[in-house]
DNA sequence: GTGGGATTTGACCAAATGGTCAAGATGCAA
DNA sequence: TTGCATCTTGACCATTTGGTCAAATCCCAC
C-alpha cells in the first residue's frame, strides 16, 4: 500500500496508475500495456471514479453509481478494478501527479516575483478547472490521508523541502521579505485551494466562483498581489524595479 | 431544514441546538428546558459525534460508533435523536456559532492592524484548540453544504457584507492599501483553517502541528504578518506610527 | 414506598452496498 | 469460419447499518 521509495519525483507515482488494475491479461502483459477497450474503460472509470469520489467522499461513494457514471455496469467495473479501494487509490493517483505538478516548476535562477506569481497563478487555474481533484485531495488528507500518508512523507516532502531552500536563497540574495518558507507554502495552498474546496461558500457569499471568468481574474490579482506584497515584493509590477 | 429568518446573528443559531432533539417530555417542556439527565446525555453525545462525524465524514460516521463513544447504546442514542441526520444537524449547530463568533468581534472603530491581527490570531488559536470543528465544517461545505447552505446564504452572508463595508471603511481612510474585502476575509478562513483540516499534511512536511506550543505561535506569526505586509500595514509593531 | 413518566436496552427488521460467480456475448487472430 | 481469450452482465450473497419496538429498569414527586 503506497510507494515508500521512489526515484525522480514523480516517475513512481505512475506506478500508481497500474495499482489496483486488475486486468494483466496474456497479451496486453505481452505489449506490456493495455489493450483498446481496456484503455478506454479504465479512463472511463477513473473519470467517473473522480466525479462521485470528490463529491460524496470515499464512504459516501458507491461502485454503483461509478459505474453508472462510466456507463458499465458494477459487475464490469469490478472486473477492471478488484475493489472500491482500488478504485479510490487508482483514482488518487489519476490526478496527484498533475495536482501537484506545479510546484516543482519554482525556477531557482528566476526571480521570485515572477516564478511566485507564476505558481501562484497555476495553482488558481488548476483550481478552476480540476476543483473535483481539489476536493478529493483535501478529503484524503483531511480523512487524516489513509492511502496517500507514504507519498506526502515522502516524495511531497522531499519536493517541498528542495523549493524551500529556493526560497530561502531568495531571501539571502535580499529578493524577498524573510519569512519562513513553509509558511508561505501553506499559505499558497491554502489561498488557491481555498476557492476550489469551499467553492460553495464562495458562491454563497459572493454569487460567482472562479467558473466565472471575471471572478478568476479578480481572485488570481487578489491573492498575488497580497501574498507578494505580504513577502515584500512589489506589486503589481509597476516598474522593473523591486526590492 | 435550516432557519432562513433570524433576528440578531447568533441568537436564532441556537434554536438549531433544539432541532432534531426527540425529547421533549412533560416536565421539561413545562420548565422550557431539559432535564438533568437529558442534558449530560446530550452533550455527551454531541461531543462524541463531533469526533466521529469530523473524523469520517457524515456517510463513514456510524451512530454505532457515536453511541458508544458516548457510553451508551444505539438505541438509547435515538431516543434523544431521532436520526443519524438530526445528530448530524445538531452537531453542526452545537460549533457553528463558535466557529464563526470571532469575525462578528471585527470592531469597526478599532484601527485594522490590531483588529486583523487579533481576528487571525483568534482563527488560528481556535484551529489549535477545535481541529475538529474545523474539520466538519469543511467537510459539510465540500459536500456542497446540504445542511446549512441557507445559514450561509443568510446569516452568515449578513455577516460578511457587514464585516466587508468595515474594511472598505479603513481603506477609504487610508488605513490600509485597497485591496477587495471579501478575498481578504476568504484569504484568513483559508490560511487559518489550513493549519486545522490538513494537519495531517503539516504534520508530515514539519514534524508538527498547531498542537505544539512553538510551532502555534510560529505560525501565528507567519501568517499575521503575510497578510498585514499583504494590505500595507507595518507588521511586526516596529513603532506605534502605521501608515 | 409507590405510581407513572423518563430512561435504557436487546432483539429485530429492511435497505443499501461491496463483492462473487457462472454463463453468455464479443472481438480477433489464424 | 472457428476457437480462444477478452469482455460483460444478471443473479446472488454476506455484511453493515440506520432505525423500530416492546419490555425492563430507573428516577422522583407525592
Known amino acids: 500500500m503506497g510507494v515508500r521509495e521512489g526515484g525522480p519525483a514523480g516517475s513512481e507515482w505512475a506506478v500508481h496508475l497500474m495499482a489496483g488494475l486488475r486486468v494483466r491479461t496474456q497479451d496486453s502483459v505481452k505489449a506490456g500495456g493495455l489493450s483498446r477497450i481496456q484503455e478506454k474503460n479504465r479512463t472511463l472509470i477513473l473519470?467517473?471514479?473522480?466525479?462521485?469520489?470528490?463529491?460524496?467522499?470515499?464512504?459516501?461513494?458507491?461502485?454503483?453509481?461509478?459505474?453508472?457514471e462510466a456507463g458499465m455496469s458494477k459487475s464490469n467495473?469490478?472486473?477492471?478494478?478488484?475493489?472500491?479501494?482500488?478504485?479510490?487509490?487508482?483514482?488518487?493517483a489519476y490526478i496527484l501527479e498533475?495536482?501537484?505538478a506545479p510546484l516543482k516548476t519554482l525556477n531557482p535562477a528566476g526571480e521570485p516575483a515572477q516564478e511566485l506569481a507564476a505558481y501562484i497563478r497555476q495553482k488558481i487555474e488548476m483550481s478552476a478547472q480540476f476543483p473535483e481533484a481539489s476536493r478529493l485531495f483535501?478529503?484524503?488528507?483531511?480523512?487524516?490521508?489513509?492511502?496517500?500518508?507514504?507519498?506526502?512523507?515522502?516524495?511531497?516532502?522531499?519536493?517541498?523541502d528542495e523549493k524551500c531552500r529556493v526560497i530561502?536563497?531568495?531571501?539571502?540574495?535580499?529578493?524577498?521579505?524573510?519569512?519562513?518558507?513553509?509558511?508561505?507554502?501553506?499559505?499558497?495552498?491554502?489561498t488557491t485551494q481555498h476557492y476550489a474546496d469551499f467553492s460553495v461558500q464562495i458562491r454563497a457569499?459572493?454569487?460567482?466562483d472562479l467558473g466565472d471568468e471575471e471572478f478568476l481574474r479578480q481572485t488570481e490579482f487578489s491573492v498575488t498581489s497580497l501574498i507578494l506584497n505580504g513577502i515584500g515584493i512589489v506589486w503589481p509590477q509597476e516598474s522593473g524595479q523591486s526590492r
Not at 77 to 92: M, R
Not at 138 to 146: D, I, K, R, T
Not at 168 to 190: N, Q, Y
Not at 205 to 208: D, R, S, Y
Open 168 to 190: 530561502e536563497d531568495w531571501i539571502s540574495a535580499g529578493k524577498m521579505r524573510r519569512v519562513d518558507p513553509v509558511h508561505l507554502i501553506f499559505t499558497i495552498w491554502a
Open 205 to 208: 457569499l459572493t454569487g460567482t
Open 138 to 160: 483535501a478529503n484524503e488528507v483531511m480523512q487524516g490521508a489513509p492511502q496517500i500518508l507514504p507519498i506526502l512523507q515522502s516524495d511531497l516532502k522531499r519536493l517541498v
Open 77 to 92: 467495473l469490478l472486473y477492471y478494478f478488484a475493489s472500491k479501494e482500488a478504485i479510490y487509490n487508482a483514482t488518487l
Open 47 to 68: 473519470e467517473a471514479a473522480l466525479g462521485e469520489f470528490s463529491r460524496k467522499g470515499f464512504s459516501g461513494a458507491t461502485v454503483e453509481r461509478i459505474a453508472a
Open 98 to 100: 498533475v495536482w501537484l
